[in-house]
């Protein structure tokens, strides 16, 4: 039994908290720390934009080292991308600042940032920030955390998820920011799961990748990649469960409660996107895989006409299939179907099948509106 | 020496018509005919999008017979598109009538569409026009049937060049529709190139391959694929000129011309995007070859947020470097470098130079404007 809750609730021996460190110009929240008081294994992914921003450059390295990590330290409000050695040589300086501070070993911080491209990241402010920042740390701190690491979002993501593995109670816990895949300026989605399971590391890195795939790997507000994507798992195995392995019982629990967590997160940021009006749910069936079914939603869910229509409430479904053409999947128009809820709605499904075979992909989006240029004509 | 006038001006032995047959409610001219009084070599590009709208199918079947061509007949407000077999017959129906009509070989007609996608073409509206359209044919009916063509076209666009071989005066002669490449459901763009050149099949083929590369290849208003995207050149030879042929050295001149003609109709495609305020122009410069070129730089045109940007006239050039590591191109961000003139004038070139080999490609695009949204939020 998988009980959900709508909100953040810290597994075991979890602290986190977010204070303002001066790099929002608004004094907002924008320096967030989660914090394990035991060693955890971690299993993170990053975007896959080739340039990569210094955080993740940072994560990289220190991930090689295959230790287990005890904390994450997130700034919003700068990406700290485009910024040279400079920013390698900042991303470094604040986790080790931080081990020293928490008195962990070093390297075993890891860093995200998020927020606008280009400008060096305000070392100085994050370093005096740190004590207050430490001191600060508590089981309820996660409620701070989770509004330090948002930009142009207007309310914050997360959700825990509790089960049993016999008499242990497991909670996974994520947070989330993003107004959409979006905004690779304000350096798109970050996403933090905390989790006290008992779980080796090819099984968390493998649960973690197959969530990933089914859930942030299936939104998308403007097809826009970020710089600075990154999902950093920690599990730190406090609620002392039988261990998970991919090959025993228990995976597959873990594996149901981290879906879960990150579909929920996924579809918040989508509820969530810049200038929305719309949730729209794409669902392609009768593909030849998985992978070609949510290749004909994004190509769907990424053109700029039919998320307008949606936002017109216009039912002009030749542009669904004008994107499916464009998508270079072999199909004729004989071999298209399309069906679509009532587009005065708020949510809106749409569900087209091609006819390549038995697989399907769902993927979500939103539409595109005046609003949405407005947020990124004035951003910077 | 090439003399460029910015109007359509027909080449020898061509007339032309435009009529409103009734396919457009607002009873506008939407049946245009171009037509040539002795049988013309044809070179013709469409869209790579896998769903092609029936008139396209229908000129594939009569290329593959590898004639000569004398009459291309043009709908604005109904792209034939998602309209099965009835559209394919439809489509031929058309091209028959015509030939009839004007009394020339069947299958020596080419037809295209433009409009709305998924609804049946109104074939008896355009059966009983056609004695009208064939009546009115003229040499000055070309600046009716470039008015014939639009949809949400706000101008005609339309250039001629003529140049010399030897004491002939060979007369290349473009018109075409679109908004942008923009508008799936309003069947996007349509060129017809009209010259009175004597060239070979091959060589007019080659050259046309050639420009439309560097052209219409390289505009972008929202990356949205056409399925109706239609290129079709007509030489009739009527300047009896020295052939042109791929080997000598003619072949340059009017590969000059027609390259002329290409660009200045790509161009002011852009220059009418929907919605646009600007127009932009990108050039990726010391990239391994021109594919890699335009590849970066139509990614970075296809961008929202560099769109929205553009719009805003907000510097925030990390938006081009999201693009540019989204395009895959194994670049570091030391490879980089970029400039902008200023963002406040409405033509915009930005520059970048990506450090991979030496050779350079320009695209141009227009901004994401909320204007862009309402005409397409709206348009059925």
């Given at each position: ?127 005096n920030s740190i004590p207050k920042l430490v001191m600060g ?195 004729g128009e004989k071999d298209i179907k399309m069906k679509a ?40």
């Amino acid at each position: 039994m998988m009980r959900i809750y709508k909100k953040a609730i810290l597994p075991l021996d979890f602290q986190a908290n977010g204070i303002a460190s001066g790099i929002k110009k608004s004094g907002k929240l924008d320096l967030a720390l989660l914090y394990s008081g035991i060693p955890a294994k971690a299993a993170c992914q990053f975007t896959s934009n080739k340039i990569q921003a210094a955080p993740i450059r940072i994560n990289k390295k220190y991930l090689k080292e295959k230790r287990d990590y005890q904390a994450i330290i997130v700034n919003s409000g700068n990406a700290n991308c485009f910024t040279g050695n400079r920013g390698l040589r900042d991303a470094e300086e604040t986790t080790q600042i931080l081990s020293k501070a928490v008195g962990i070993k070093k390297n075993s911080v890891l860093v995200a940032s998020t927020g606008i491209i280009g400008k060096r990241l305000p070392l100085l402010k994050i370093r005096n920030s740190i004590p207050k920042l430490v001191m600060g740390l508590s089981r309820y701190g996660i409620d701070k955390a989770k509004t330090a690491i948002l930009t142009t979002d207007t309310f914050a993501k997360e959700i825990t998820v509790k089960f049993n593995i016999g008499s242990q109670i497991i909670t996974v816990c994520g947070i989330a920011k993003g107004a959409g895949m979006i905004a690779p300026n304000m350096a798109t989605m970050l996403c933090f799961i905390l989790t006290d399971a008992r779980i080796t590391q090819r099984a968390l890195s493998k649960a973690l990748g197959s969530c990933v795939n089914n859930s942030f790997n299936c939104i998308t507000v403007d097809g826009c990649q970020s710089t600075n994507d990154t999902i950093i798992s920690l599990a730190n195995g406090a609620s002392r469960n039988n261990l998970i392995d991919t090959d025993n019982k228990h995976f597959n629990l873990f594996l149901k409660a981290l879906n879960i967590v990150c579909l929920e997160l996924a579809k918040l940021i989508i509820k969530d996107a810049e200038g929305a009006t719309k949730f729209i749910q794409i669902r392609v069936e009768k593909a030849k895989n998985f992978t070609q079914a949510r290749h004909v939603a994004l190509n769907i869910a990424n053109s700029n006409l039919f998320k307008t229509a949606m936002y017109g409430e216009n039912p002009n479904f030749g542009r669904i299939i004008a994107a499916i053409g464009a998508s270079r999947v072999d199909v004729g128009e004989k071999d298209i179907k399309m069906k679509a809820s009532p587009l005065n709605k708020k949510e809106i499904k749409v569900a087209v099948s091609i006819k390549q075979g038995d697989a399907c992909a769902t993927v979500y989006t939103s539409d595109l509106t005046p609003e949405y240029i407005k947020i990124n004509a004035e951003y910077n």
